[in-house]
């Protein structure tokens, strides 16, 4: 259980990044192929069904949706070692690389070539892999069935009059409406930009990228015996 409250920055971080991850799910229902780019639930049971139809075109491309989603998560793993959320990790270079795929994934999305998915999907499990363990309790940004799920605990244990871990409802509260928001605004965003729609998340991801690397020198700066091995 969260026993303290997290720092403001992890709310307003983690709302940013499920804002990114829901829109650019939303691009990927309303794109070409009308499949789910920032979780992979959805992509094992496509390749399931596609196989099973002897669909072999579209089971390639639900198995390089998930492959790309696994390369980010890998590419993750490497840049970040360590599982505890702390001030000091290189989380503003998965935010760069993560912006870097989008803004890649737009321009080959103009272009009808469907690297440009899996380029996305790479960003989502990048991006997922990067939001890690906190005080014991995990936190994921690019599906929401684990964030329902607790949520759904914890009003059971409000309505029993069980204790609530009220940080956790209340994290978990900001990232369900940051997916919910991001799906809105990528389902308006592609009815205006199309494709373009990516560049908000990868310039968002981009930015908050840079703002993060800014904050970790500030606070650098200011307490230089805290300074976290990168």
């Not at 069935?145 to 209340?170: E, K, N, Q, S, Y």
Request: aromatic share 14%.
């Amino acid at each position: 259980m969260l026993r303290h409250a997290p720092p403001s920055w992890v709310y307003f971080g983690g709302f940013v990044l499920t804002l990114i991850a829901g829109a650019i799910n939303a691009v990927g229902f309303l794109g070409q192929h009308h499949q789910a780019l920032s979780h992979m639930t959805g992509s094992v049971t496509v390749l399931g069904l596609e196989l099973a139809r002897a669909n072999y075109g579209a089971a390639f491309h639900a198995l390089a949706i998930l492959a790309a989603f696994f390369t980010g998560c890998l590419i993750s793993g490497v840049t970040i070692s360590q599982s505890s959320l702390r001030l000091g990790r290189r989380y503003g270079v998965a935010l760069s690389l993560e912006a870097f795929a989008l803004f890649s994934a737009v321009f080959f999305l103009r272009h009808g070539a469907s690297l440009g998915d899996y380029l996305a999907a790479l960003a989502c499990g990048l991006q997922n892999a990067m939001v890690t363990t906190y005080s014991g309790s995990t936190m994921r940004t690019t599906h929401m069935t684990g964030m329902v799920t607790d949520l759904g605990i914890a009003c059971g244990h409000l309505i029993r009059g069980t204790p609530v871990d009220w940080f956790r409802f209340r994290i978990y509260g900001f990232l369900f409406l940051g997916f919910f928001a991001g799906g809105v605004v990528g389902t308006f965003g592609y009815g205006h930009f199309g494709y373009d729609t990516l560049l908000f998340p990868a310039v968002l991801s981009g930015i908050t990228g840079v703002g993060y690397t800014l904050v970790k020198h500030y606070e650098h700066r200011r307490h230089p015996t805290r300074r976290q091995a990168t």
